[in-house]
């Protein structure tokens, strides 16, 4: 790692400190969870006070390029997926393609059981038919990102039960058979991870999670699908654009 320029550079050293680090990262191509240098080591490289390097540091960390550990020392952080929020209808697997990120799926369970009551009642159907239930954890770039719980009439895609979703997009297939997907009608709420939702993402219990359910209509207004995912509030941010009206 150089110096900053202190002569030359009319940007604050803490900025020139900062756009280095990233730079050395990069370069070096440390992964997420690497640690970086001690700060006194840092100090020395950048000839700079701790201070200005903490600044350099925490601005990283708003900017979600590192984390950091009370008494172990400063970490490359695991990627953020952003995801626009709410002007479009797009699956994971489409704003992973989209942000350049790998998509992937652990299935925890993809089975067909009938609607009870409460459930039969949100997508408009008689209580007993039979819905596919599909359930995943969703990863980006090998990276436990979300847990995903769909239901939906077997009725819609009878042989969906037999597609592999590993890799398969649900919205994908559901569009290659027809099934034309037009608005979802959500709520989103943050939560504390319980023990089930934090084992399968990887996470301490009582981490921060995003919770986002939903009930998806057709091109023709009918409900087809309810989903329930739970992010990793620490590995998954939503953003939206809002315009005066």
Do not use: C
Request: hydrophobic residues 40%; proline residues 7%; without cysteine.
């Amino acid at each position: 790692m150089s110096a900053p320029r202190r002569d030359s550079n009319p940007d604050p050293l803490w900025t020139q400190v900062a756009d280095l680090i990233v730079e050395q990262v990069e370069r070096d191509g440390l992964a997420a969870g690497a640690r970086l240098p001690p700060e006194r080591e840092l100090s020395s490289t950048f000839d700079i006070s701790r201070v200005t390097l903490r600044k350099a540091l925490n601005h990283l960390v708003d900017r979600g390029i590192l984390t950091a550990s009370h008494g172990r020392g400063w970490f490359v952080a695991t990627p953020v997926a952003g995801r626009e929020w709410p002007n479009d209808l797009e699956s994971f697997t489409t704003t992973a393609r989209r942000k350049h990120m790998t998509p992937s799926s652990v299935v925890v369970r993809h089975d067909v059981h009938p609607a009870d009551l409460d459930v039969a009642e949100r997508l408009q159907i008689p209580a007993g038919t039979p819905l596919m239930r599909l359930e995943r954890v969703r990863l980006l770039n090998d990276v436990r990102i979300a847990v995903d719980r769909t239901t939906l009439p077997l009725s819609l895609a009878p042989d969906l039960v037999d597609v592999d979703f590993t890799t398969a997009s649900l919205f994908g297939e559901l569009d290659a058979r027809g099934v034309e997907l037009l608005r979802s009608v959500a709520t989103i709420e943050a939560r504390s991870a319980d023990a089930a939702l934090a084992e399968q993402l990887g996470i301490a219990p009582g981490a921060p999670a995003l919770v986002l359910d939903q009930t998806i209509f057709t091109r023709d207004h009918r409900p087809a699908l309810l989903s329930t995912v739970e992010y990793s509030g620490e590995r998954y941010r939503l953003r939206t654009t809002l315009q005066p009206r």
